[in-house]
């Protein structure tokens, strides 16, 4: 029996859908999970809601809003807001991911896998869905990243950037980001997120702050194997495709000069917040997360290699012709 082909054929509805699904299976593993910051998210729910004042909240942690308001204001469990939220942000962070990949002219199969590859992470497994406001700051730093690619105009790029600083100051990547990459290098893009989150710290009442942002080489003198564990989980794909991703280098020169451009100039700020987590906070996957979006054209082009070797991609379109 032959096989219509518009039901074999990758298409990019199929693409969309089977990344949503990879998104929700991945979240099922910690969905709802309390992080020690979680109670202090929490906190920021009951405050909102009433319940509590000003002076019990804990900063960094209150400077983070959004999510928390959004959770005081629907009458359930906010654990449960949190995880249905999450989730909608990890579905709309995998195609966020998929088109940024596009951007780079790889075919719609190269982009699947490489947002698969980011979508089933460690990283988004053990974070994406918990009582956390990671997931939301990601979603718009990858939109943002997403419209600079694209050359949006200067005050879409800086109004979805604004909304992920509401959610985490990691957006603040995306504006410095784009600052260093647009040849156009418009300052309101990094201006406005930078200042809704110094707007954040003088209006949001804060009692107290549990955390000093001191130097320290704890991640390598107590815990350096769970550290290197951590690396290993989050960055060891990504560095085998990154590694046969070089192979294709030697084939394209000329378009590989915007990877690099890409790779330094999104990768120097993620490396900032990274370099942050290891050497002045409590290190934790999530401080690798944001490298992601740098790791994307080369480990697609990876992808692209192991794909040429196996002739996947190929396969597909010659069972869709049949």
């Not at 729910?45 to 319940?51: K, L, M, P, Y």
């Not at 100051?169 to 989150?197: C, D, N, Q």
């Not at 192991?306 to 012709?321: C, G, Q």
């Amino acid at each position: 029996m032959m096989v219509p082909a518009h039901f074999i054929k990758f298409s990019k509805a199929y693409a969309l859908i089977l990344l949503a699904c990879i998104a929700v299976v991945s979240s099922l593993l910690r969905i709802g999970w309390i992080y020690p910051d979680s109670n202090r998210y929490l906190l920021l729910v009951s405050f909102f809601r009433g319940e509590i004042l000003g002076t019990d909240l804990v900063s960094p942690f209150c400077y983070r809003p959004l999510l928390p308001l959004i959770a005081a204001v629907i009458p359930i469990t906010p654990e449960i807001t949190f995880a249905i939220f999450n989730i909608i942000f990890l579905i709309g962070l995998s195609w966020v991911i998929l088109y940024i990949t596009m951007e780079f002219n790889y075919s719609l199969f190269i982009s699947f896998i490489t947002s698969a590859v980011c979508t089933a992470s460690w990283v988004v497994a053990y974070y994406g869905a918990a009582v956390l406001v990671d997931t939301g700051a990601m979603l718009f730093l990858g939109i943002g990243l997403l419209l600079t690619l694209r050359e949006a105009p200067k005050e879409q790029i800086s109004l979805v950037l604004v909304i992920g600083v509401l959610f985490k100051e990691i957006a603040l990547i995306g504006g410095i980001a784009h600052f260093l990459y647009s040849k156009r290098r418009e300052i309101m893009v990094p201006l406005l997120p930078i200042a809704t989150y110094l707007i954040l710290r003088f209006t949001i009442p804060s009692g107290n702050s549990e955390f000093t942002w001191l130097f320290h080489l704890g991640n390598f003198t107590e815990i350096i194997n769970e550290t290197i564990r951590t690396l290993v989980l989050t960055l060891g794909l990504f560095s085998f495709l990154i590694m046969i991703g070089m192979i294709w280098r030697r084939e394209n020169l000329e378009t590989y000069g915007k990877f690099q451009r890409w790779v330094l100039f999104v990768g120097l700020p993620s490396l900032g917040i990274f370099l942050l987590g290891l050497f002045f906070a409590s290190f934790d996957a999530r401080f690798v997360w944001p490298l992601y979006f740098a790791m994307i054209p080369i480990a697609a082009a990876g992808i692209a290699q192991i794909d040429k070797f196996l002739k996947i991609s190929k396969h597909l379109n010659s069972t869709a012709e049949t």
